[in-house]
């Protein structure tokens, strides 16, 4: 399960797991997954444009997986980096324990 609105600059997210490595992928290929799956993560992407650069910010808002999201950040950073070819600092924002 993956779901997900932008509105601007913002977009927020769920996802049911690692649902972009090359493994998961054939896994979905191999079977059919349920829109009813748990969220194991919620996170929400900022993305600021700076003039020449643009600054990407994932907050991780619901789970317990510090893996996963680790994992989702390291995709996100893949992406814009070939997208762009720009070479990023690290901005990530941990949930706070409330």
């Not at 191999?30 to 969220?39: A, G, H, L, W, Y």
Request: proline share 0%.
């Amino acid at each position: 399960m993956v779901q997900y609105e932008w509105k601007g600059d913002t977009g927020i997210g769920a996802i049911a797991g690692n649902v972009w490595s090359r493994s998961a992928r054939r896994k979905v290929q191999s079977t059919s997954r349920t829109e009813d799956e748990d969220v194991k993560l919620g996170f929400r992407v900022q993305v600021k444009d700076m003039g020449q650069q643009a600054q990407v910010d994932v907050e991780w808002r619901l789970g317990a997986d510090a893996i996963l999201f680790e994992s989702l950040c390291g995709k996100l950073k893949s992406i814009v980096q070939q997208n762009h070819h720009v070479d990023l600092g690290s901005s990530r924002q941990i949930k706070s324990e409330e």
